[in-house]
Each structure stands twice: as C-alpha cells, then as structure tokens.
C-alpha cells in the first residue's frame, strides 16, 4: 500500500490532467491492475505516475526552505539595545533606577534578556512616546 501523500499526488495528477473518474481507474487497471489508489503497490504507484507524466502532468517541485541566520533565537540584537537606549532618553530617562523599575513592571526583570522581553519594553516605550509622557 501507497502513502497518503502518493495518494494525494494521484490525485492532484488527476486533476491537473483533467480526468474524469472513469477513465481515472481505467488508468490505475491498466498500469497496476487494481481499481482502487488505496490498492497500489509502490511499483503501481510508479507506473501509474510515468502514465501520467507521459499525458502531461508535471509536478511542482517543492520550494526550498529558507535557512535562517545562526542567530541564537533569544539573544538580543544591538538594534534593540539601541532603540530601547534611544527611546528611555526620548523620555527623559536618564536614571537607570528608573529605567529598572519600568523593565521590572513591564517583564519583571532589571534588564531584557529575550527578543520577547525586549520587543515589549520597546512597544511599551514607543506608545509613551507617541503619547507625549515625559
């Protein structure tokens, strides 16, 4: 028996060739002998697709997957320490007490130490400044 995803691939094949049920299955008789896609064999399954291909299906390869940067997923970006220090002296924030009481109610630590935490001092300190607090 075939996987669900070759099943899936007939049936895709199925449709782009624009088959109707009957001449589906004739297909399916003719090259493996069965009726049924659920009754393929991988040596059927492989036929069958050659058959197809042969009537003009044409399968989409995948899309490659984007790698991405070996940036450690939780690790603070200078940007962000810079934009964080850029938006504290927005404010007027010069005193790092207070600066540590704000990171302290907004994630509950002195500093960020997580993208997360970081992105959420930023968005807290860029809805006061829009806000006018100073």
Same mark, same amino acid.
């Given at each position: 028996?075939?996987?669900?995803?070759?099943?899936?691939?007939?049936?895709?094949?199925?449709?782009?060739?624009?088959?109707?049920?009957?001449? $589906?299955?004739? @297909?399916? $008789?003719?090259?493996?002998?069965?009726?049924?896609?659920?009754?393929?064999?991988?040596?059927?399954?492989?036929?069958?697709?050659?058959?197809?291909?042969?009537?003009?299906?044409?399968?989409?390869?995948?899309?490659?997957?984007?790698?991405?940067?070996?940036?450690?997923?939780?690790? @603070?970006?200078?940007?962000?320490?810079?934009?964080?220090?850029?938006?504290?002296?927005?404010?007027?924030?010069?005193?790092?007490?207070?600066?540590?009481?704000?990171?302290?109610?907004?994630?509950?630590?002195?500093?960020?130490?997580?993208?997360?935490?970081?992105?959420? @001092? @930023?968005?807290?300190?860029?809805?006061?400044?829009?806000?006018? $607090?100073?």
């Amino acid at each position: 028996m075939i996987s669900n995803k070759k099943k899936a691939l007939l049936h895709v094949a199925k449709n782009q060739l624009g088959l109707d049920d009957d001449l $589906y299955r004739e @297909i399916l $008789y003719q090259e493996a002998g069965v009726k049924s896609s659920t009754k393929l064999s991988d040596k059927g399954f492989k036929k069958v697709m050659r058959r197809f291909e042969k009537l003009g299906f044409k399968s989409k390869p995948k899309k490659p997957k984007r790698k991405r940067e070996n940036k450690p997923h939780g690790v @603070i970006t200078p940007g962000m320490q810079d934009l964080i220090n850029e938006l504290y002296n927005k404010l007027g924030w010069d005193d790092s007490k207070r600066q540590i009481g704000f990171n302290r109610r907004q994630i509950g630590k002195p500093w960020p130490q997580t993208r997360a935490e970081a992105n959420k @001092i @930023i968005e807290a300190l860029k809805a006061m400044v829009r806000r006018g $607090y100073k």
